[in-house]
């Protein structure tokens, strides 16, 4: 298989960094790397250009680098608490994700953008179902990673009740006292 040298202009996960200079299939770079901007070919004059790329790359890594501090700082300050929906017997009727902790953490800071704050920044093995205190890692950048600290309580049996009986609705009543009936 032939390959060829590019320049990447921006970075790519599966390639590098922006002004990594990469070796791919050569119909990967004729026609998708170079085409859409992404990579230049290997010359003796890109090759003057790729000291600008850096230079350039240099300045944005260490303001993200500064920014995601700035963040972090921000998050690992933070204090939420969020309510859970229960039943009558404790047991959550949904889940709280990374999506909503997202949502959270934008309400309580200000409006984030997708690059600073995202819902892969936050690592959940699986939605949250429990309630307590929990401690969840925000990762904003690959060197910076935040703490969230957050409370999940119940809704309380009482308020459940109350909102049943407003509505005119009966507790629900379990498949063992359906069947004594």
């Known amino acids: 298989m032939a390959t060829s040298q590019v320049i990447l202009t921006e970075a790519i996960s599966t390639l590098g960094a922006e002004a990594d200079i990469v070796k791919v299939r050569s119909g990967y770079a004729?026609?998708?790397?170079?085409?859409?901007?992404?990579?230049?070919?290997?010359?003796?004059?890109t090759l003057r250009k790729i000291n600008?790329?850096?230079?350039?790359?240099?300045?944005?890594?260490?303001?993200?680098?500064?920014?995601?501090e700035a963040l972090a700082s921000k998050i690992n300050k933070l204090r939420l608490s969020l309510t859970l929906e229960t039943g009558f017997a404790g047991k959550a009727f949904g889940s709280i994700t990374a999506h909503d902790l997202i949502e959270l953490i934008k309400k309580e800071l200000g409006e984030l953008s997708e690059k600073q704050l995202s819902r892969h920044s936050i690592s959940l093995e699986r939605p949250i179902k429990e309630t307590g205190e929990?401690?969840?890692?925000?990762?904003?950048?690959?060197?910076?990673?935040?703490?969230?600290?957050?409370?999940?309580r119940a809704s309380s049996e009482a308020e459940l009740k109350e909102a049943h009986e407003s509505e005119g609705l009966k507790k629900p009543r379990t498949r063992k006292e359906s069947a004594a009936e």
């Open 30 to 45: 004729r026609n998708f790397l170079v085409p859409h901007g992404k990579a230049l070919e290997v010359t003796p004059a």
């Open 52 to 68: 600008h790329l850096k230079a350039k790359r240099a300045e944005r890594e260490a303001r993200e680098l500064v920014e995601a």
């Open 134 to 152: 929990k401690t969840i890692p925000v990762r904003l950048h690959p060197e910076v990673t935040a703490t969230l600290h957050i409370t999940i």
